[in-house]
Structure formats: C-alpha cells, structure tokens
C-alpha cells in the first residue's frame, strides 16, 4: 500500500484585477511505495494551488487562479 504526501514544486507571483501582488506556491501530491523487490518509487499526482499565507486556490481552464474565499481572480505575472 502506498503513502500520499506532498511537496512543494514551485513558486511564482500572481496578481489581481486591481495590482495586488501575491505569492502563489505549487503543490504536487506524491505517492509513495515500495514494491516487493526493487528501491522505494515515488509517482507523480495532482497539482494543486495555495497562497504562501495557506488560502486554497482553485485553477481555471484559462489558466487563471481563484481565491476560494473571497472569489478574487488571479493571473500569473511572469
């Protein structure tokens, strides 16, 4: 059986539709296992988003990040 964890991927600024600046960290959950022969494996999985401060975001299909809280728009400042 194998272990869910999660690490930390990435980080990178957003802003919203009036300049607020945030910082948005990328999380990637990782499962971890060891088969019966051979070294431990670790398998990507999903990629969610968070604000430094632990506010969840949810991602859009145009690429576009959303506080949960509060609704606000965020777009990726490269």
Do not use: C
Request: hydrophobic share 40%; glycine share 10%.
């Amino acid at each position: 059986m194998g272990m869910i964890t999660e690490r930390e991927v990435g980080r990178f600024y957003a802003e919203d539709g009036m300049g607020n600046r945030y910082t948005v960290v990328r999380w990637q959950a990782m499962v971890v296992f060891q088969p019966l022969s051979g070294p431990v494996r670790r398998i990507s999985g999903k990629v969610r988003y968070s604000l430094v401060t632990g506010e969840k975001l949810d991602d859009r299909a145009d690429g576009s990040l959303v506080i949960v809280n509060d609704h606000t728009v965020l777009h990726r400042v490269e």
